[in-house]
């Protein structure tokens, strides 16, 4: 059980100040039900004014230095530390996650802040001669400087990690931040923002705006004050936001259903590790979960047995318990949602090995074999934990099942055949594809991100900063 509980109340935070107002998100408890929190939810009039306080905090925030940038980001990242234990506990409660992991979130997003060091130390420009006819004797330098304002829009499966991942680049590219986490999971956020705001970020510089998307989405996403919108969530919620947005530099990471394609020499032991890990890691709650899998119709049996092995691996109880590794889904909607998936794929013929079971927002790890290729599984994002296996008869076959789907984030090939391996890991329409491993983006050392309604651009700490910044030249 929980060493650190205590009720949340928390506020917006606008222009270095906390804010109050009538509004209230209510945010339950994951891991005791009831209630965790009510917080301050932003108004229309409040994210206005956090937009102002941004874009007029952006001048300050250009002429920071990066040694300046630099004492941010660190002292960020030891006030991360210094509270793990009550963020922890809080991503536990909020997002519905096992301890073990909450704790291992809060570390990445840390180290996250600390390789924003590394990238923004790298942020030089570059000196250019003139080079073609009627330029001779010209001499250039380039210089980066920063956008100016930064919308984030954060999920709630990695709370805390996700959102460090777009407000690390942004403060170490030097603008000014909005930040509007989901409104399921904002107490993480909150507790982030009094870490930020006991640094020198200049007042204005970092906003926290909570709220209901229906009630300040729109505001935010449509106001000429922002100048690039970071955001992660699902494909529908990203299409609206771009709609709304003018003429902005967009990073989204969006809807995920990413194939893991195993072919019959693949070591079968570390594939079916790799998919139940894939697979059933919070819950199945992940962009990057491997959400179907397409074997070759001759090993079917022997793999599924084999990931029906490894699914002993992921008890569910108490939260709290260090031993648990899955808890519920983020709410009864979500589950509704999974639920109905499983049942069109069972009453198109596909056979439950496994589960199959819910208890409210607890949906019973599941294994479904022989999933035909017509059920919405194989093309629909789920975000649960439910691992579908599907045939194919040949290669041809494996990719036009993989890449018939409008979702391209991530995807995974098992095969010892390097030739196959690299060739297959082309034919893969999506931004990644690891080869004989689960997906995993990891802190952002390797960019990522997704094609087709999976999203726009590419993320990761130093790939970010880059699409955080703009380049000015200056003839000399």
Same mark, same amino acid.
């Given at each position: 059980?929980?060493?650190?509980?205590?009720?949340?109340?928390?506020?917006?935070?606008?222009?270095?100040?906390? $804010?109050?107002?009538? +509004? %209230?998100?209510?945010?339950?408890?994951?891991?005791?039900? #009831?209630?965790?929190?009510?917080?301050?939810?932003?108004?229309?009039?409040?994210?206005?004014?956090?937009?102002?306080?941004?874009?007029?905090? &952006?001048?300050?925030?250009?002429?920071?230095?990066?040694?300046?940038?630099?004492?941010?980001?660190?002292?960020?990242?030891?006030?991360?530390?210094?509270?793990?234990?009550?963020?922890?506990?809080?991503?536990?409660?909020?997002? #519905?996650?096992? %301890?073990?992991?909450?704790? #291992?979130?809060?570390?990445?997003?840390?180290?996250?802040?600390?390789?924003?060091?590394? $990238?923004?130390?790298?942020?030089?420009?570059?000196?250019?001669? #003139?080079?073609?006819?009627?330029?001779?004797?010209?001499?250039?330098?380039?210089?980066?400087?920063?956008?100016?304002?930064?919308?984030?829009?954060?999920?709630?499966?990695?709370?805390?990690? !996700?959102?460090?991942? &777009?407000?690390?680049?942004?403060?170490?590219?030097?603008?000014?931040?909005?930040?509007?986490?989901?409104?399921?999971?904002?107490?993480?956020?909150?507790?982030?923002?009094?870490?930020?705001?006991?640094?020198?970020?200049?007042?204005?510089?970092?906003?926290?705006?909570?709220?209901?998307?229906?009630?300040? +989405?729109?505001?935010?996403?449509?106001?000429?004050?922002?100048?690039?919108?970071?955001?992660?969530?699902?494909?529908?919620?990203?299409?609206?936001?771009?709609?709304?947005? +003018?003429?902005?530099?967009?990073?989204?990471?969006?809807?995920?259903?990413?194939?893991?394609?195993?072919?019959?020499?693949?070591?079968?032991?570390?594939?079916?590790?790799?998919?139940?890990?894939?697979?059933?890691?919070?819950? +199945?709650?992940?962009?990057?979960?491997?959400?179907?899998?397409?074997?070759?119709?001759?090993?079917?049996?022997?793999?599924?047995?084999? %990931?029906?092995? $490894?699914?002993?691996?992921?008890?569910?109880?108490?939260?709290?318990?260090? $031993?648990?590794?899955?808890?519920?889904?983020?709410?009864?909607?979500?589950?509704?949602?999974?639920?109905?998936?499983?049942?069109?794929? !069972?009453?198109?013929?596909?056979?439950?090995?496994?589960?199959?079971?819910?208890?409210?927002?607890?949906?019973?790890?599941?294994?479904?074999?022989?999933?035909?290729?017509?059920?919405?599984?194989?093309?629909?994002?789920?975000?649960?934990?439910?691992?579908?296996? !599907?045939?194919?008869?040949?290669?041809?076959?494996? %990719?036009?099942?993989?890449?018939?789907?409008?979702?391209?984030?991530?995807?995974?090939?098992? !095969?010892?055949?390097?030739?196959?391996?690299?060739?297959?890991?082309?034919?893969?329409?999506?931004?990644?594809?690891?080869?004989?491993?689960?997906?995993?983006?990891?802190?952002?050392?390797?960019?990522?991100?997704?094609?087709?309604?999976?999203?726009?651009?590419?993320?990761?700490?130093?790939?970010?900063?880059?699409?955080?910044?703009?380049?000015?030249?200056?003839?000399?």
């Amino acid at each position: 059980m929980a060493t650190v509980s205590t009720a949340r109340n928390e506020q917006p935070y606008i222009d270095g100040q906390w $804010e109050s107002g009538d +509004g %209230i998100i209510e945010v339950a408890d994951l891991a005791e039900d #009831g209630l965790f929190g009510r917080i301050t939810a932003t108004s229309p009039l409040q994210a206005e004014a956090a937009l102002d306080a941004a874009e007029n905090a &952006q001048a300050a925030m250009a002429a920071s230095t990066i040694p300046e940038r630099v004492a941010w980001l660190e002292a960020i990242a030891t006030g991360l530390r210094d509270r793990k234990d009550e963020l922890a506990d809080v991503i536990v409660r909020e997002a #519905g996650k096992p %301890i073990s992991s909450a704790r #291992g979130e809060v570390e990445s997003a840390a180290e996250r802040f600390e390789r924003a060091i590394e $990238e923004a130390r790298g942020l030089d420009g570059e000196f250019r001669p #003139g080079t073609t006819a009627g330029h001779e004797g010209w001499e250039a330098i380039t210089k980066p400087e920063p956008r100016g304002t930064v919308l984030c829009i954060t999920p709630y499966n990695y709370p805390l990690s !996700t959102t460090a991942l &777009q407000v690390a680049p942004a403060l170490a590219a030097g603008n000014s931040v909005v930040l509007k986490p989901a409104s399921k999971t904002p107490v993480s956020a909150a507790i982030l923002t009094d870490v930020i705001a006991s640094t020198d970020v200049p007042a204005g510089g970092f906003n926290f705006v909570p709220g209901h998307a229906s009630t300040i +989405g729109d505001v935010l996403a449509g106001s000429n004050a922002v100048d690039a919108i970071a955001m992660t969530g699902s494909s529908g919620a990203g299409e609206h936001v771009a709609r709304q947005s +003018g003429i902005v530099n967009l990073h989204m990471e969006l809807g995920g259903n990413a194939p893991a394609v195993v072919f019959p020499d693949a070591d079968l032991d570390e594939t079916a590790a790799a998919c139940a890990k894939g697979g059933l890691k919070y819950a +199945g709650q992940r962009c990057s979960a491997v959400s179907r899998v397409l074997v070759h119709e001759s090993i079917h049996d022997d793999l599924v047995e084999r %990931i029906e092995s $490894e699914m002993d691996a992921y008890p569910t109880g108490d939260l709290f318990d260090e $031993e648990t590794a899955l808890g519920p889904l983020i709410s009864d909607d979500q589950a509704d949602w999974v639920e109905e998936l499983v049942t069109d794929a !069972t009453d198109r013929g596909a056979e439950i090995v496994r589960g199959g079971g819910r208890d409210g927002q607890f949906v019973e790890p599941t294994l479904l074999g022989r999933v035909p290729e017509s059920a919405r599984l194989v093309t629909e994002e789920q975000f649960g934990p439910v691992i579908p296996v !599907t045939t194919f008869a040949d290669e041809d076959h494996a %990719i036009e099942i993989a890449n018939g789907t409008d979702l391209a984030l991530d995807g995974c090939v098992f !095969t010892t055949e390097y030739d196959r391996a690299l060739r297959v890991a082309e034919r893969i329409d999506a931004g990644a594809v690891r080869i004989n491993g689960a997906p995993s983006h990891g802190l952002g050392d390797i960019p990522f991100g997704g094609n087709k309604k999976s999203g726009i651009g590419r993320e990761g700490i130093g790939t970010s900063i880059e699409g955080f910044i703009r380049y000015k030249s200056i003839v000399l």
